[in-house]
């Protein structure tokens, strides 16, 4: 295993701990939460979401919640979506959303999710947005792409779904939507979760190969393709690609995390790539905000600045 993953793996087993958890929830926001989610409720999220299209970038809004207990949790955090859905559109944000299946019931009954995210996907739609399925630990892959399918069937086509490089599996399952007539949008992330060896990718270059991989193998089955990583070496490579291919916002586009590297999120987008800011909020934290620190120790770094004050 390499010292990156390594990492990963030490500060997502940490931060599991009851002790550490509960610590961090109580002192979040002194820690620096709030650099990397927009606030707890849609009207703390608001200046921050309309300083980024201000600014000429797109926006991915994601009412953060993930591994609901019951079905009335599932309701409540749907709800919750389609809210905010509602108040994007209200404020003339563009409602471009990203959900995590399992807070809408997945792990509970399939049909349940299917039932809410379909509602989810045309009340998007409703609005001229895009509801995007995000893709979650591996368990929950296979679930999540028939999810994806049933609505595609369904005939929603304001929807996409998310790949991580980091498994194994992955080469399959980008043919199984690459295979779907017209090609859906599609974003490829490396992947943020604890995996053993037995399904992931444990060395870092290899993880950055697949990527690159599944990127090219998409862009030449003619599919729009969010390239989601923070990697400038990959960022920089594919968009030279796309510009000698002479591909347009039709084709592709960078989606970069709020408040990781804004530096770089101005230079792309001042470069005159299409870029979009994925820009989290909301009570549940703790789980998006874990994995943000496994990414980077420069993230983890900000937070031990915010402890010794």
Known sequence: ?????????????????????????????????????????????????????ASGKGIVIDVLGEFVGDEAAARQSAARIRQAMQEAAEHGLEPYFSAKPTQLGLGIDRDLALELATDLAATAAGHQGHLCLDMESSGYVDATLELFERLWEAGHRRISTVLQSYLHRTPEDLERVLARSPVPDLRIVKGAYNEGAAV???????????????????????????????????????????????????????????????????????????????V??????????SRRLAERPANLAFVVRGLTG
């Open 1 to 53: 295993m390499t010292l990156d993953g390594a990492y990963r793996r030490t500060v997502l087993a940490v931060a599991g701990a009851p002790l550490v958890r509960g610590f961090v929830t109580r002192a979040g926001w002194r820690l620096g939460v709030g650099r990397f989610v927009a606030g707890e409720s849609m009207e703390q999220a608001l200046p921050a979401l309309q300083r980024i299209e």
């Open 200 to 278: 992931a990718h444990q060395d870092k270059a290899r993880v950055e190969r697949a990527y690159r991989e599944l990127v090219y193998r998409a862009f030449e089955v003619g599919g729009h393709v969010n390239v989601a990583t923070h990697d400038e070496r990959i960022l920089d490579e594919i968009g030279a690609y796309a510009r000698g291919a002479g591909f347009g916002p039709e084709r592709y586009e960078f989606q970069l995390l709020y408040g990781v590297r804004p530096g770089l999120q101005d230079r792309l987008a001042g470069d005159g790539h299409r870029l979009r800011v994925y």
């Open 280 to 289: 989290p909020f909301g009570e549940d934290w703790y789980g998006y905000f």
